[in-house]
């Protein structure tokens, strides 16, 4: 199936800092992106929409100045945590759908970011 | 896009086959079943999805009921690898693509 990074796999961040996050197709192009928390023992939840060459669209309750979204390519989507605080640690997932995999329109995920602010 | 249930946690004996439900009672006309699943600490990884037929592929095998009421994920012969949460999503394969993920089924596979 398609491949999804991304990098980095881990981060330690010092609260009031902010942390990149970015999320690659590798082996096909996607127009849209999804980025998913995860917080310990529970499922993931949808954060935000990133379409590329557009604005993202966030759910109901996420704070789209804190959580910064860029999806300048269309291999490429990055998530940028701001002014990060201990309640922003979480486990991070990004998806994105292969546009060529036909109508079913399943996705694929990538390995997660692992961010812990201190 | 439909809501499903299912059983927050299961165990499976090695080499046995486990079967993982799902209810989706208000699944409308066009929705697809998806099922994925997560190993620990890990990003969610497709398994196999289906529309009304029964579906097999190398992973696993998909029933879904005549109604379309429910649907099951079998592994047919469950390894010590296959434990992980797995997720039952329904939805229609258009709306946004968005996948809303419940609160999956953790299977414990037993050696």
């Known amino acids: 199936g398609a491949v999804v990074s991304q990098h980095p796999s881990w981060v330690i961040c010092k609260s009031g800092t902010s942390v990149k996050i970015e999320c690659r197709s590798l082996d096909f192009q996607a127009t849209t992106m999804f980025w998913y928390r995860q917080f310990p023992k529970q499922s993931l939840m949808l954060m935000a929409t990133?379409?590329?060459?557009?604005?993202?669209?966030?759910e109901q309750g996420v704070e789209k100045d804190k959580f910064l979204i860029n999806h300048a390519s269309l291999t490429l989507s990055t998530l940028t945590v701001t002014s990060a605080h201990p309640e922003d640690s979480s486990f991070y997932i990004c998806?994105?759908?292969?546009?060529?995999?036909?109508?079913?329109?399943?996705?694929?995920f990538g390995p997660g970011t692992r961010l812990t602010v201190t | 896009d439909a809501k499903t249930t299912q059983p927050p946690s299961m165990d499976c004996a090695e080499g046995r086959a486990a079967n993982l439900p799902c209810n989706h009672s208000?699944?409308?006309?066009?929705?697809?079943v998806y099922w994925y699943r997560q190993i620990h600490s890990q990003g969610p990884q497709y398994i196999i999805h289906g529309l009304k037929n029964n579906e097999t592929n190398e992973m696993a095998s998909l029933i879904i009921t005549e109604d379309r009421k429910s649907s099951t994920l079998i592994l047919p012969h469950a390894t010590l690898r296959d434990t992980a949460v797995y997720y039952c999503i329904v939805k229609l394969p258009h709306t946004g693509n968005q996948f809303y993920f419940g609160t999956g089924t953790s299977l414990t596979v037993i050696p």
């Open positions: 208000t699944i409308s006309g066009n929705e697809y």
């Open positions: 990133s379409n590329e060459g557009s604005k993202a669209t966030y």
């Open positions: 998806s994105a759908r292969d546009p060529l995999a036909g109508v079913s329109y399943e996705q694929y």
